[in-house]
């Protein structure tokens, strides 16, 4: 099992660009969920998944897209990059068991 | 609203012990968790703990937990130079959300 595969794990970016972030996870798991991580703030939830076809908000979603069409995959949209949206993004996916998360290795993002 | 609060750094020698401490504010978090993230990694789950209960042995591993004053503490015995990463402690909420502190930095020095 892979886990939790993020891509791409450095991305540098001008302001007002869009991309997306992807986000696969083949443990089967129906919860997923994207975090950011800025230094001395912890990790932020942006917005999470219970599930194909069902997405919501987390704390800090504005500026960022979501859908989950499948199981596996939940991309991270960006839509018009801002220099407050460089960060490292974290996806994470959990099994039914509550607030264990399986965390990718990050994705380092850069608005210039 | 959650907000949990941790130290942000912690300077500890090669085979002392390590004490992370963390308060929370939700008192109707059912699970407290232990994570850990080493350099250029994601976060990785140490352990955790249902509110249930005081106290968790894992290995190197306790987790204290004070439901009264909302506090929970995680000991390393016999810190390892393997053992300096981020720790963050992190509580759920009713809808299964997890609320992370910033993380404390433990340096593990010779």
């Known amino acids: 099992n892979a886990g939790v595969t993020q891509t791409p794990k450095f991305q540098v970016l001008k302001t007002g660009q869009s991309m997306t972030l992807q986000c696969a996870q083949d443990?089967?798991?129906?919860?997923m969920s994207w975090y950011r991580q800025d230094p001395g703030m912890g990790l932020r939830l942006i917005h999470y998944s219970v599930g194909a076809g069902i997405t919501d908000q987390g704390e800090v979603p504005n500026g960022y897209n979501v859908s989950r069409s499948t199981t596996e995959d939940f991309p991270l949209r960006l839509l018009s990059a801002a220099p407050s949206q460089t960060s490292v993004y974290f996806c994470?996916?959990?099994?039914?068991?509550?607030?264990?998360?399986?965390f990718g290795e990050g994705s380092r993002l850069t608005v210039l | 609203g959650e907000d949990v609060e941790q130290s942000l750094f912690l300077s500890v020698r090669e085979g002392d012990s390590s004490v992370i401490n963390c308060t929370y504010t939700d008192s109707s978090s059912t699970y407290l968790y232990w994570y850990k993230q080493e350099p250029g990694a994601g976060l990785q789950l140490l352990t955790y703990i249902f509110s249930n209960m005081d106290m968790k042995q894992d290995q190197r591993l306790t987790v204290l937990l004070n439901k009264k004053d909302k506090h929970l503490s995680l000991r390393i015995a016999d810190t390892q130079t393997g053992d300096s990463a981020i720790y963050f402690c992190?509580?759920?909420?009713?809808?299964?959300?997890?609320?992370f502190g910033a993380g404390t930095t433990v340096t593990v020095r010779a």
């Open positions: 992190a509580e759920i909420s009713n809808d299964y959300k997890l609320s």
């Open positions: 994470a996916s959990q099994p039914r068991t509550p607030g264990v998360l399986f």
């Open positions: 443990m089967n798991h129906e919860y």
